[in-house]
């Protein structure tokens, strides 16, 4: 591959080879790689002339579209830094935190995110400008249409090109503990990440990718955004996962063969695509795919093997975080192991440590450590934190619990923090969940700890029953007794309707534990 080195160059080489390919395609229009880089060329004066410099923040709380893209790379052309926010939050001091917190000039976002950042920006004085995108009247002071960046100079003046080094975007965690915390990431993290992950999955400019996943994450960010970029191949982009059809009939349309998603979205297309009613989907919208990824949340067996069984195409699992660019590893096309999330991509390095952080041997479990080219930069403004996310040898600690096979493969068995300690025994919540989807008659499941009167862990089960299906807890009683050992046994059950999820459709745990100790509270307040 040429040699490009940030996201600056990859938009440059790509207008100047292939200008009239197309690179966005949208339901309403399609952009190519020429129109994207004037766009951006024009929006980075505008933001310029709003007095955006190198090193300045600038969020895009936006769904998919070709703004949202526009925006990062007219940041970009300046040195200036995206802050993709999660659109889901409405918190108003939320929003706020993370404004503050990265010093953001302003905010380029749409109508239906108005409200939120209004009440946000009220607490958060350092922002200047909200930019809206589908909006030219009804603004309030402060607020202005997006198009009017675009209206000036052709390009910037003058501006500093921003280095490899230098941090091309700053993405917030899920704050599972504590607040939300800024994840520095460079155009190294991001080009580099993009390159490997190519080289793994045999990816052609001739491909066509399918982006329903949100740009805010970074597995969509880099996983198909920049890896359509630096490969100069189509990303047909929705801006909602639901309804389907849409994006369905668009994949038979445009000849879709690269499908990224996460577990749940395999888990329900494997249901659908049984008997003659899957018949459409198997051979019309999913003719052409040819490589499926799935990332964000461990992928069941059972989902792997009812999906390949049904659209003949292996489902290649993948591992990684915000803090990895994210891809750290992926299943080799040529040679996938179920079961693994693959082995590291090129630049990458793995390794499991103990709670000491001495190395352990394959086969040994133990936390999940990496390092390379994909690893962030650090925790914005938060020096002790990146220090604690670090092993004494440099290495980014994961927080996950793995094992790496013989032959290099890397498997997980669970989030540290999500492992139950039953009487001194580690039990894997993955391993249970896993075990109880194998009920004809459930849909989801999610187990936690819960805290005993002796200082020790319960296992609780939160149990979503498949439509039409009746359950009761007697009888997924006796169906726990026969399929595990008394010590990985869930002692409550909750039948519920639905289970927390993130814009990922990843389960939160830390809703269920924090949802169990507020009704303990209540009931101990009670009594």
Avoid at 52 to 61: E, L, S
Avoid at 135 to 146: C, I, R, S
């Amino acid at each position: 591959m040429k040699t490009l080195r940030t996201l600056n160059d990859l938009l440059d080489d790509a207008a100047q080879t292939v200008g009239s390919r197309v690179y966005l395609a949208e339901p309403e229009r399609e952009t190519t790689f020429a129109q994207m880089r004037q766009a951006a060329l024009a929006t980075a004066a505008g933001l310029q002339a709003a007095g955006v410099k190198k090193g300045d923040c600038v969020a895009i709380v936006h769904r998919n579209s070709r703004f949202f893209v526009q925006a990062y790379l007219a940041l970009s052309r300046l040195g200036a830094v995206a802050v993709p926010i999660n659109f889901m939050v409405q918190k108003a001091d939320e929003l706020a935190y993370m404004l503050n917190d990265c010093g953001a000039k302003g905010v380029v976002t749409q109508r239906e995110f108005l409200r939120g950042l209004r009440a946000a920006r009220a607490k958060a004085l350092g922002v200047e400008r909200l930019w809206v995108t589908d909006a030219q009247n009804g603004l309030e002071p402060g607020e202005e249409p997006f198009a009017k960046l675009e209206s000036g100079p052709a390009e910037p003046a003058g501006a500093e090109p921003p280095a490899e080094e230098d941090t091309a975007s700053i993405l917030y965690t899920s704050g599972t503990t504590g607040s939300p915390k800024g994840v520095m990431l460079t155009h190294r993290n991001f080009v580099t990440n993009a390159e490997a992950s190519i080289e793994r999955l045999g990816l052609k400019d001739k491909d066509v990718a399918l982006c329903i996943l949100p740009m805010f994450h970074s597995f969509a960010w880099t996983g198909l955004v920049v890896i359509g970029l630096r490969l100069r191949l189509k990303v047909v982009v929705f801006s909602n996962i639901a309804p389907p059809t849409p994006w369905l009939k668009a994949m038979a349309k445009q000849g879709v063969t690269v499908f990224a998603a996460v577990p749940q979205i395999y888990s329900v297309l494997a249901k659908q695509a049984k008997g003659l009613q899957g018949l459409a989907l198997r051979y019309w919208f999913f003719r052409k795919i040819r490589i499926c990824i799935s990332g964000a949340a461990p992928l069941s067996p059972a989902t792997a093997q009812a999906f390949k069984a049904a659209f003949g195409v292996p489902i290649l699992e993948g591992f990684g975080l915000t803090e990895t660019s994210p891809v750290a590893t992926i299943n080799p096309p040529d040679r996938p192991k179920p079961g693994s999330v693959g082995t590291p991509i090129r630049g990458v390095r793995v390794k499991i440590v103990d709670d000491q952080e001495r190395d352990l041997k394959p086969g040994q479990e133990g936390e999940v450590c990496i390092a390379g080219d994909c690893v962030m930069k650090g925790y914005y403004r938060l020096p002790d934190a990146t220090r604690e996310a670090m092993t004494a040898d440099g290495w980014f600690k994961t927080g996950d619990i793995g094992v790496l096979d013989p032959d290099g493969y890397l498997s997980i068995r669970d989030r540290k923090k999500d492992m139950i300690i039953i009487k001194g025994l580690k039990v894997f919540s993955a391993q249970v969940e896993a075990t109880l989807l194998e009920h004809p008659g459930i849909e989801e499941a999610a187990i936690i700890g819960v805290p005993d009167e002796h200082g020790d862990e319960t296992i609780k089960a939160f149990i979503v029953p498949r439509k039409g299906v009746s359950l009761d807890k007697a009888s997924l009683m006796q169906f726990c007794r026969t399929k595990f050992d008394p010590y990985k046994r869930p002692r409550d059950i909750e039948l519920v309707e639905s289970l927390p999820k993130n814009a990922l459709q990843k389960v939160l745990k830390r809703t269920l534990r924090q949802q169990e100790l507020d009704k303990r509270a209540s009931s101990s307040g009670a009594a």
